[in-house]
């Protein structure tokens, strides 16, 4: 059987690496799991020349509201946040969509601190920052605020909070810095978006950082934010969360969780090598 993460840029991603690990510890001889470069344009026509012998796809940016849309059927999670990041063959050749981005979210938040009543900051207003709002309502945020490029990309989002019973507010690019003090602010832009944010924010000790990218790593916004004293989440712990979901759902089989985490540590630590030799500054 096969699988694929599917995305544009994708060459980055170590999907594969927590996929083919767990395949492996599992015993799922005959398994694999790879790469697509594939723009969310290209995505309906890519799944609908898939054989009987594709499991499913995991589903990372630009495409994750390309891939509800061509579901012909979705969980009540992806329909609320109106994006997948996993779509599921079924065995009569139809397509389930899911986002198992909130429920990762939601384990690394709490584990990391997050609270009922804590105040957070989106960065971006994309298909992940969908699940980042899901996130906040299921700890209980007090209130979200979302800093996007685009005002109409905040307005978007608007019927999805209201859905999750979550307060939303906008606010510009510009202002990003003015919402850095906020409980837990997570960043869900493509990696270089926030980099210039770095020398701006006036980071509150004991703030919750979460960066979704992973490579290079650490992120000029969460080395700044480590450096004020803030605890940082990195984009490979959800990485790990997101995929044990979708493992399940492809293979039927639970996920041998250790396995995967080992496989992800380690290469995660050469990408964090490979961009330390790349990145001047940056150590240990």
């Not at 969908?130 to 307005?155: D, N």
């Not at 960066?211 to 916004?221: C, E, M, Q, R």
């Not at 480590?226 to 712990?237: I, K, P």
Request: charged fraction near 15%; aromatic fraction near 6%.
């Amino acid at each position: 059987m096969k699988a694929a993460v599917v995305g544009r840029p994708i060459a980055h991603s170590l999907s594969p690496v927590i996929h083919n690990a767990g395949y492996a510890a599992a015993g799922l001889t005959g398994w694999s799991y790879t790469r697509i470069e594939c723009g969310a344009d290209e995505l309906a026509g890519l799944v609908a020349g898939l054989g009987p012998e594709w499991a499913g796809l995991s589903v990372t940016m630009p495409g994750k509201e390309a891939a509800l849309a061509l579901a012909d059927e979705a969980s009540p999670v992806a329909a609320a946040v109106g994006a997948a990041n996993t779509l599921v063959r079924r065995p009569d050749g139809t397509w389930y969509a899911d986002n198992t981005d909130v429920g990762g979210m939601v384990d690394v938040l709490t584990a990391a601190g997050c609270v009922s009543g804590a105040t957070v900051t989106v960065l971006g207003a994309g298909g992940t920052a969908r699940a980042a709002v899901a996130a906040a309502a299921r700890i209980g945020a007090a209130e979200v605020t979302v800093v996007a490029r685009r005002p109409e990309a905040v307005r978007e989002l608007g019927p999805t909070a209201a859905a999750l019973g979550v307060p939303l507010a906008g606010a510009p690019w510009d202002g990003a810095p003015a919402h850095a003090r906020a409980d837990l602010v997570v960043s869900t832009v493509p990696k270089g978006v926030a980099d210039p944010l770095a020398d701006n924010f006036d980071w509150r000790p004991g703030t919750v950082f979460f960066d979704v990218v992973y490579d290079p790593w650490p992120t000029p916004l969460a080395a700044a934010a480590l450096a004020a004293g803030c605890r940082v989440v990195s984009g490979l712990d959800l990485l790990l969360a997101q995929a044990v979901g979708q493992f399940e759902q492809f293979t039927g089989v639970s996920a041998p969780r250790e396995a995967m985490r080992a496989a992800l540590a380690s290469a995660g630590r050469d990408a964090a090598g490979s961009a330390r030799s790349r990145t001047p500054g940056v150590t240990d």
